[in-house]
């Protein structure tokens, strides 16, 4: 199973194992990766699932859409690398992957 590495802000590692098809943001609420809020259950309508892709995975992760691109915009701190994990659907390729949480979602 691909293993998702987690950066929360207080710099706190969590690393977590999902099956191929998850969401990252699925797999943090998943394991209990507390910033990630998820309100609008991963239909890309909220923001609160923001997380920052590690800089060497950025070109790994497919590209954000129109409609996530715009959702960013409504993010506290975005960033270059900012993505909303809902959007991020975890297979072998992203096997080792590293996302950064923010302290807030809003």
């Not at 943090?28 to 609008?40: F, Y």
């Not at 997380?51 to 129109?66: E, G, I, N, R, T």
């Not at 715009?70 to 992957?97: A, F, H, T, Y």
């Amino acid at each position: 199973m691909p293993k998702i590495t987690f950066i929360n802000h207080d710099e706190s590692v969590q690393e977590v194992e999902v099956a191929s098809g998850t969401s990252v943001m699925q797999a943090a609420l998943d394991n209990g990766v507390e910033a990630i809020i998820a309100e609008c259950g991963g239909a890309c309508s909220c923001a609160t699932c923001h997380v920052y892709v590690a800089d060497d995975w950025v070109s790994k992760v497919p590209a954000a859409d129109d409609v996530e691109s715009d959702m960013i915009d409504c993010v506290l701190e975005p960033k270059d690398n900012s993505r909303l994990s809902c959007q991020i659907i975890v297979d072998d390729s992203l096997d080792g992957l590293v996302v950064n949480v923010p302290e807030k979602q809003y």
